[in-house]
């Protein structure tokens, strides 16, 4: 089974013991690049430390893709183009869910 660790806008109630046992739980982060920053502030470890504690790594980067650190590939997936920006409601959940599937 596949287990992804997503806390979104909750992350800050974490506090670093938290996040760390969760890095040693042996699943993949889903963050998009605020949480990616945050995530290492409150667990005080480095980007590197928080890549390598996990299976794998995605941060989203809205309208510039994502990034999929898995081991040693580092893999960006373009963002989807679009011609008229209507509502971003909900993006981030629609790329979850086809992470997911």
């Not at 938290?18 to 995530?39: A, H, T």
């Not at 980007?47 to 790594?57: I, L, N, Q």
């Not at 997936?77 to 979850?96: H, L, S």
């Amino acid at each position: 089974m596949i287990t992804f660790f997503d806390p979104g806008q909750p992350l800050s109630a974490f506090d670093s013991g938290q996040l760390r046992s969760v890095m040693e739980l042996g699943v993949y982060l889903i963050v998009n690049e605020y949480e990616n920053e945050l995530f290492q502030k409150l667990a005080e470890v480095s980007f590197d430390e928080m890549v390598d504690a996990f299976v794998g790594v995605v941060v989203t980067q809205g309208e510039n893709g994502s990034t999929l650190y898995l081991s040693d590939n580092i893999v960006h997936v373009e963002a989807f183009p679009v011609d008229q920006i209507v509502d971003p409601t909900g993006c981030g959940d629609a790329y979850r869910g086809g992470l997911l599937w």
